[in-house]
């Protein structure tokens, strides 16, 4: 089994910052590979950052220089700094990743960028 638990969601002026934290379990054994994903409403789901298989980080050119991806392998733990959080930040969170190919996604975070 796979158990990915996001949390650090919430309401921020435009602006602000949030920390996003997600928990994994089970079957993951490692943090490489997870990514932070977003959807907004009427959008799909798309990549925000990922930390790929080689430790290097990727970003969406939309949140390059505000946001920052970040792992704690040992406790199996992602997070993602957001700073200069704009309105169009305003989605659904979640953490995911492929294990034996096949996609696991946590229940979601709200993140909410409004005055």
Known sequence: QVQLVESGGGVVQ????????????????SIYG???YRQAPGKQ???V???SSGGSTNYADSVK???TISGDNAKKMVFLQMNSLK???????YCGKAVGG??????GTQVTVSS
Do not use: H, K, N
């Open 34 to 36: 997870m990514g932070w």
């Open 102 to 107: 096949y996609p696991y996604w946590g229940q």
């Open 14 to 29: 435009p602006g602000g910052s949030l920390r996003l934290s997600c928990a994994a379990s089970g079957s993951i054994v």
């Open 65 to 67: 220089g505000r946001f």
């Open 87 to 93: 309105p169009e930040d305003t989605a659904v969170y």
């Open 45 to 47: 789901r798309e990549l």
């Open 49 to 51: 950052a990922r930390i």
